[in-house]
């Protein structure tokens, strides 16, 4: 099994529409999580940390399931400007064990159509 | 501005030849990792540094060597064993903490093979 598994998309959707990425982890001592979003021949950037609570930034919502061991993105009123391609990213080490690297998702491509 | 800078932004290799790629970051940052990025494909840890003059193997270190002799610059040397190297590489880095840190990125360097 994959450490961090996504589904690849694409995903196309219009413009307005609310659409949902869930993302596996097959480590179950992984203690933090994030979702990255990359542009084509761009870096990532953060775009959320994924809290055991849940969290939102506007129209976006980041959930985290322990349990079942995923995490998931929803974007609500999709706009053409977040065609982009998310990554899940996972932290295995606890904290203050130093900065052991993350472990990134493939991604899964969005594309809002207008 | 504090920030993570890499160089060149494109770079060509000959056939048996060593290149090296720039990272450079003024954030004060502990840890730095060295990412490739194939088309379509997920980042794939090269090598990571943790502190000065202390490097680590990532998952495909293989043709790949790096050095940490200062605080703020971790160059990547891509080596002649290194028989596939055209490919996306990124570089990163990160403050110690609590795990869950901002991972901070630079704008990556294209490299291909002549």
């Known amino acids: 099994r994959k450490e961090v598994e996504q589904d690849p998309g694409p995903f196309n959707v219009p413009e307005g529409a609310t659409v949902a990425f869930n993302c596996t982890y097959s480590n179950s001592a992984s203690q933090s999580f994030f979702w990255y979003r990359q542009d084509c021949r761009k870096e990532p950037k953060l775009l959320m940390s994924v809290y055991s609570s849940g969290n939102e930034d506007g129209r976006f919502t980041a959930q985290l399931n322990r349990a079942s061991q995923y995490i998931s993105l929803l974007i609500r009123d999709s706009k053409l400007s977040d065609s982009a391609t998310y990554l899940c990213?996972?932290?295995?080490?606890?904290?203050?064990?130093?900065?052991?690297?993350?472990?990134f998702g493939k991604g899964t491509r969005l594309s809002v159509i207008a | 501005d504090g920030g993570i800078t890499q160089s060149p932004k494109y770079l060509f290799r000959k056939e048996g030849q060593n290149v090296t790629l720039s990272c450079e970051q003024n954030?004060?940052?502990?840890?730095m990792y060295w990412y490739r990025q194939d088309p379509g494909q997920g980042l794939r840890l090269i090598y990571y540094s943790q502190i000065v003059n202390d490097f680590q193997k990532g998952d495909i270190a293989e043709g790949y060597s790096v050095s940490r002799e200062k605080k703020e610059s971790f160059p990547l040397t891509v080596t002649s064993a290194q028989k596939n190297p055209t490919a996306f590489y990124l570089c990163a880095s990160r403050s110690r903490g609590t795990g869950y840190e901002k991972l901070f990125f630079g704008s990556g360097t294209q490299l291909s093979v002549l």
């Open positions: 990213v996972v932290n295995h080490a606890s904290p203050h064990s130093g900065n052991t690297p993350l472990v």
């Open positions: 954030l004060n940052h502990d840890a």
